[in-house]
């Protein structure tokens, strides 16, 4: 069964500053990874996904994310966060039976 | 235009009650689905339907039951609602691919149920 394991609970950064995220996940076969932003009180936005190719992909936002199959990670990077980035971000991996499994989250708080 | 839309944002309703919270999508798409985003805001699958038949069910008490009239609709039946119950209720929905691994999903805002 596939996993994804968020490490960070909460990380905050300050404006203007860089922000890392890290996602590793546990999958038998070629993982189908995604990163989900979830402003407060909304629903959950696709920031990005990766199938295959190029192993750094480019979302939206600013955001981009790079798949490291040795390291089994999906890690999302931004190189200058805005205040209106603060959220909670959620990694998650497809698997062939349409489940979508995701990581426990991790709150990002942006301080001026 | 709202891609996928829930009905209501929010509720709250005694213990004991039955509930229904609806899901519409306008993507055309032929998979939906049901989360549960419990207290810790951790995400877990419900329920999926393709193209109106049960694909996914997991774990879920039967007073869960999920209704799909078409293909566009995929509503959240729920009896004898528990304080358990309490949580963030999400509809997504997928193109709903051969290969389901790929399928990107869609979120719908979320229904915040509380139960009192």
């Known amino acids: 069964a596939q996993s994804v394991t968020q490490p960070d609970i909460h990380i905050t950064v300050s404006e203007g500053a860089s922000l890392e995220l890290r996602c590793n996940y546990s999958?038998?076969?070629?993982?189908?990874l995604f990163w989900y932003v979830q402003s407060p009180g909304q629903g959950l936005q696709l920031l990005l996904k990766?199938?295959?190719?190029?192993?750094l992909v480019q979302g939206i936002k600013g955001f981009e994310a790079e798949f490291k199959r040795s390291q089994s990670s999906f890690n999302l990077r931004k190189p200058s966060v805005h205040w209106s980035d603060a959220a909670e971000y959620f990694c998650?991996?497809?698997?062939?039976?349409?489940?979508?499994?995701f990581g426990a989250g991790t709150t990002v708080t942006v301080r001026a | 235009d709202t891609a996928v839309s829930q009905t209501p944002k929010y509720l709250v309703t005694q213990m004991g009650n039955d509930k229904s919270i609806k899901c519409e999508q306008n993507?055309?798409?032929?998979?939906m689905y049901w989360y549960k985003q419990d207290s810790k805001k951790f995400l877990k699958i419900m329920f999926s339907?393709?193209?109106?038949?049960?694909?996914i069910n997991e774990t879920v008490p039967n007073r869960f039951s999920p209704k799909s009239p078409d293909k566009a609709h995929l509503n959240l039946h729920i009896n004898s609602l528990e304080l358990g119950d309490s949580a963030v209720y999400f509809c997504?929905?997928?193109?709903?691919?051969?290969?389901?691994?790929?399928?990107?999903?869609?979120f719908g805002p979320g229904t915040r149920l509380t139960v009192l």
């Open positions: 339907y393709n193209n109106k038949e049960l694909i």
């Open positions: 993507l055309g798409h032929d998979t």
């Open positions: 999958y038998g076969a070629t993982p189908y």
């Open positions: 998650a991996v497809g698997s062939n039976d349409y489940k979508l499994s």
């Open positions: 990766y199938f295959s190719g190029d192993t």
């Open positions: 997504a929905s997928s193109q709903g691919t051969p290969l389901g691994y790929t399928d990107t999903q869609y």
